[in-house]
Protein backbone atom coordinates (compact mmCIF):
# COMPACT_ATOMS: atom_id res chain seq x y z
CA UNK A 1 0.00 0.00 0.00
CA UNK A 2 1.04 3.38 -0.72
CA UNK A 3 2.89 5.64 2.04
CA UNK A 4 -0.07 7.90 3.53
CA UNK A 5 0.35 11.47 4.61
CA UNK A 6 -0.63 11.90 8.21
CA UNK A 7 -1.70 15.23 8.43
CA UNK A 8 -4.05 15.12 5.60
CA UNK A 9 -5.52 11.69 7.70
CA UNK A 10 -5.48 14.39 10.45
CA UNK A 11 -7.92 16.98 8.57
CA UNK A 12 -10.21 14.05 7.65
CA UNK A 13 -10.57 13.08 11.36
CA UNK A 14 -11.29 16.29 12.53
CA UNK A 15 -14.45 16.23 10.49
CA UNK A 16 -15.69 13.49 12.77
CA UNK A 17 -17.48 13.46 16.52
CA UNK A 18 -16.57 10.07 17.72
CA UNK A 19 -18.79 9.44 20.80
CA UNK A 20 -19.23 6.65 23.27
CA UNK A 21 -18.58 4.94 26.86
CA UNK A 22 -15.45 6.31 29.24
CA UNK A 23 -13.46 3.65 30.46
CA UNK A 24 -10.74 3.52 32.75
CA UNK A 25 -9.76 7.16 32.68
CA UNK A 26 -6.79 8.48 33.74
CA UNK A 27 -6.98 11.85 33.59
CA UNK A 28 -5.90 13.60 36.92
CA UNK A 29 -2.85 12.31 37.24
CA UNK A 30 -0.21 11.20 34.61
CA UNK A 31 0.55 7.14 35.03
CA UNK A 32 4.13 5.98 35.23
CA UNK A 33 6.06 8.98 35.41
CA UNK A 34 9.79 9.10 36.55
CA UNK A 35 12.64 10.91 36.62
CA UNK A 36 13.28 10.41 32.54
CA UNK A 37 9.93 10.07 31.45
CA UNK A 38 6.59 12.37 32.49
CA UNK A 39 3.96 9.52 32.11
CA UNK A 40 0.63 9.55 30.42
CA UNK A 41 -3.04 10.60 30.61
CA UNK A 42 -5.02 8.26 29.00
CA UNK A 43 -8.64 7.03 28.33
CA UNK A 44 -10.07 4.06 27.22
CA UNK A 45 -13.99 4.99 25.03
CA UNK A 46 -15.96 2.20 23.59
CA UNK A 47 -17.80 3.45 20.55
CA UNK A 48 -20.73 2.23 19.42
CA UNK A 49 -20.51 0.27 16.02
CA UNK A 50 -23.40 1.32 13.20
CA UNK A 51 -22.94 5.26 14.45
CA UNK A 52 -21.82 7.05 10.91
CA UNK A 53 -19.00 9.12 12.84
CA UNK A 54 -17.85 5.92 14.76
CA UNK A 55 -17.70 3.77 11.80
CA UNK A 56 -15.65 6.19 9.43
CA UNK A 57 -13.33 7.00 12.38
CA UNK A 58 -12.43 3.65 13.01
CA UNK A 59 -11.63 2.91 8.97
CA UNK A 60 -9.64 6.03 8.65
CA UNK A 61 -7.27 5.25 11.87
CA UNK A 62 -6.73 1.39 11.11
CA UNK A 63 -6.52 2.24 7.21
CA UNK A 64 -3.80 5.06 8.33
CA UNK A 65 -1.91 2.69 10.27
CA UNK A 66 -1.60 0.20 7.81
CA UNK A 67 -0.64 2.99 5.22
CA UNK A 68 2.82 3.42 7.01
CA UNK A 69 3.22 0.13 7.42
CA UNK A 70 1.66 -1.16 11.03
CA UNK A 71 0.26 -4.46 11.29
CA UNK A 72 -3.15 -5.27 13.10
CA UNK A 73 -5.41 -2.56 13.79
CA UNK A 74 -4.84 0.69 16.03
CA UNK A 75 -9.24 1.07 16.67
CA UNK A 76 -9.87 -2.52 18.23
CA UNK A 77 -12.93 -4.68 17.22
CA UNK A 78 -14.60 -5.50 20.29
CA UNK A 79 -16.55 -8.24 18.56
CA UNK A 80 -13.62 -10.24 18.59
CA UNK A 81 -12.58 -10.08 22.62
CA UNK A 82 -13.46 -13.42 24.13
CA UNK A 83 -15.50 -11.25 26.50
CA UNK A 84 -19.11 -9.76 25.72
CA UNK A 85 -17.55 -6.79 27.49
CA UNK A 86 -16.50 -5.05 24.49
CA UNK A 87 -19.31 -6.54 22.03
CA UNK A 88 -20.62 -4.46 19.61
CA UNK A 89 -18.11 -1.44 20.35
CA UNK A 90 -15.00 0.07 18.22
CA UNK A 91 -12.34 -0.03 21.10
CA UNK A 92 -10.66 2.85 21.04
CA UNK A 93 -7.40 3.99 23.77
CA UNK A 94 -6.39 7.24 24.16
CA UNK A 95 -2.93 8.78 25.09
CA UNK A 96 -1.64 12.62 26.02
CA UNK A 97 1.82 12.89 27.12
CA UNK A 98 1.96 13.50 30.96
CA UNK A 99 3.71 17.05 30.42
CA UNK A 100 0.74 18.09 28.46
CA UNK A 101 -2.93 17.56 29.96
CA UNK A 102 -5.53 17.31 27.53
CA UNK A 103 -8.33 20.04 27.53
CA UNK A 104 -11.17 18.27 29.56
CA UNK A 105 -14.59 20.48 29.15
CA UNK A 106 -18.72 19.84 29.57
CA UNK A 107 -21.17 19.92 26.30
CA UNK A 108 -20.46 24.12 26.12
CA UNK A 109 -16.93 23.48 25.75
CA UNK A 110 -16.18 24.61 29.81
CA UNK A 111 -13.44 23.96 31.26
CA UNK A 112 -14.40 21.08 34.13
CA UNK A 113 -12.23 19.26 36.54
CA UNK A 114 -10.87 16.09 35.18
CA UNK A 115 -12.45 14.19 38.19
CA UNK A 116 -15.27 14.79 36.91
CA UNK A 117 -14.87 12.12 34.28
CA UNK A 118 -15.90 9.12 35.50
CA UNK A 119 -16.32 5.21 34.55
CA UNK A 120 -19.24 4.75 32.18
CA UNK A 121 -19.97 8.53 31.40
CA UNK A 122 -20.65 9.38 27.72
CA UNK A 123 -17.98 11.33 26.32
CA UNK A 124 -17.04 12.65 22.64
CA UNK A 125 -13.30 13.72 21.86
CA UNK A 126 -10.95 15.22 19.57
CA UNK A 127 -7.45 13.39 18.40
CA UNK A 128 -4.67 12.64 16.10
CA UNK A 129 -2.62 10.56 14.83
CA UNK A 130 1.32 10.68 15.35
CA UNK A 131 2.96 8.08 13.09
CA UNK A 132 6.25 6.74 14.82
CA UNK A 133 7.68 5.10 11.69
CA UNK A 134 10.78 7.32 11.65
CA UNK A 135 11.62 6.55 14.98
CA UNK A 136 14.63 3.85 15.96
CA UNK A 137 15.74 3.30 13.03
CA UNK A 138 12.51 2.41 11.77
CA UNK A 139 12.03 -0.88 13.39
CA UNK A 140 8.64 -0.31 14.31
CA UNK A 141 5.85 0.86 11.68
CA UNK A 142 2.66 2.22 12.46
CA UNK A 143 0.18 5.18 14.16
CA UNK A 144 -0.38 5.78 17.82
CA UNK A 145 -3.74 7.85 18.80
CA UNK A 146 -3.04 10.98 20.84
CA UNK A 147 -6.08 12.82 22.86
CA UNK A 148 -6.19 16.54 22.21
CA UNK A 149 -9.46 17.07 24.18
CA UNK A 150 -12.40 14.89 26.06
CA UNK A 151 -15.66 16.34 26.27
CA UNK A 152 -18.34 15.15 29.00
CA UNK A 153 -21.79 14.95 26.98
CA UNK A 154 -23.07 13.19 29.43
CA UNK A 155 -22.91 11.26 33.25
CA UNK A 156 -23.37 8.01 33.16
CA UNK A 157 -23.09 7.08 36.84
CA UNK A 158 -25.64 6.64 39.40
CA UNK A 159 -25.92 10.14 41.37
CA UNK A 160 -24.77 9.20 44.92
CA UNK A 161 -27.67 9.70 47.56
CA UNK A 162 -28.28 12.25 49.92
CA UNK A 163 -29.01 11.78 53.56
CA UNK A 164 -29.76 14.70 55.67
CA UNK A 165 -28.00 15.68 59.09
CA UNK A 166 -24.54 15.22 58.33
CA UNK A 167 -21.87 17.53 57.07
CA UNK A 168 -22.20 19.71 54.46
CA UNK A 169 -18.82 21.06 52.24
CA UNK A 170 -19.22 24.66 51.20
CA UNK A 171 -21.37 24.08 47.95
CA UNK A 172 -18.71 24.50 44.83
CA UNK A 173 -20.10 25.68 41.27
CA UNK A 174 -22.64 22.19 40.27
CA UNK A 175 -23.33 21.19 36.75
CA UNK A 176 -26.50 19.12 35.70
CA UNK A 177 -27.45 16.92 32.66
CA UNK A 178 -30.75 18.88 30.89
CA UNK A 179 -31.25 15.57 28.60
CA UNK A 180 -29.11 18.09 25.65
CA UNK A 181 -25.67 18.05 27.46
CA UNK A 182 -23.44 18.50 30.56
CA UNK A 183 -22.93 22.02 31.86
CA UNK A 184 -22.38 24.55 33.99
CA UNK A 185 -24.79 25.99 37.21
CA UNK A 186 -23.49 28.89 39.08
CA UNK A 187 -23.21 28.94 42.83
CA UNK A 188 -26.21 29.46 44.41
CA UNK A 189 -28.57 28.71 40.99
CA UNK A 190 -30.72 26.05 40.07
CA UNK A 191 -31.08 23.99 36.81
CA UNK A 192 -34.77 26.00 36.89
CA UNK A 193 -33.20 29.46 37.41
CA UNK A 194 -30.21 29.13 35.81
CA UNK A 195 -30.41 31.54 32.71
CA UNK A 196 -30.57 30.47 29.32
CA UNK A 197 -27.62 29.09 27.54
CA UNK A 198 -26.08 31.11 24.56
CA UNK A 199 -26.30 29.29 21.19
CA UNK A 200 -22.86 28.19 20.31
CA UNK A 201 -20.64 30.30 18.03
CA UNK A 202 -20.41 29.44 14.40
CA UNK A 203 -18.04 27.24 13.13
CA UNK A 204 -15.83 28.86 10.68
CA UNK A 205 -17.06 28.33 7.04
CA UNK A 206 -16.81 24.74 5.84
CA UNK A 207 -15.58 23.79 2.58
CA UNK A 208 -18.15 23.05 -0.54
CA UNK A 209 -19.24 19.52 -0.87
CA UNK A 210 -16.86 19.60 -4.43
CA UNK A 211 -13.96 20.34 -2.54
CA UNK A 212 -14.07 17.75 0.07
CA UNK A 213 -15.09 15.21 -2.46
CA UNK A 214 -12.01 16.24 -4.28
CA UNK A 215 -9.99 15.59 -0.91
CA UNK A 216 -11.82 12.42 0.17
CA UNK A 217 -10.77 10.88 -3.54
CA UNK A 218 -6.94 12.20 -3.27
CA UNK A 219 -7.11 9.94 0.54
CA UNK A 220 -8.81 7.21 -1.01
CA UNK A 221 -6.38 6.70 -4.03
CA UNK A 222 -3.37 6.95 -1.76
CA UNK A 223 -4.81 5.22 1.44
CA UNK A 224 -7.22 2.64 0.27
CA UNK A 225 -9.88 4.19 2.28
CA UNK A 226 -12.98 2.01 1.32
CA UNK A 227 -15.89 3.79 -0.82
CA UNK A 228 -18.44 3.41 2.24
CA UNK A 229 -15.51 5.29 4.48
CA UNK A 230 -15.38 7.96 2.18
CA UNK A 231 -18.69 8.55 1.44
CA UNK A 232 -19.29 9.17 4.99
CA UNK A 233 -17.05 11.79 5.71
CA UNK A 234 -18.20 13.35 2.40
CA UNK A 235 -21.74 13.03 3.79
CA UNK A 236 -21.05 14.33 7.16
CA UNK A 237 -19.24 17.66 5.65
CA UNK A 238 -22.36 18.40 3.04
CA UNK A 239 -24.44 18.09 6.53
CA UNK A 240 -22.05 20.13 8.48
CA UNK A 241 -22.16 22.57 5.78
CA UNK A 242 -26.02 22.56 5.02
CA UNK A 243 -26.64 23.37 8.99
CA UNK A 244 -24.03 26.17 9.60
Known amino acids: MPSIDIREVNSQIAQLHPMGVCRFPKLVQPAGPNEYNPGKYTV ?76 NDLVRFGSSLFDYSAMQGGRLKGCSIYLNWLQLARKGQAPIPKFDGGFVAVQPPRRTDDGEGYFLIPPGATAANTPPRQDEPNEPDSPSPEVVASSLEALKAKAGLSTKAADVLAKVRRTNTATA
Open 44 to 119: TVLLPKGDKHNDAYAELVNTAHRGVGGTGEVVKDGDVYKSDYNKGHWVVLLKANGNRRPRVVDSEANPIDPQEVEQ
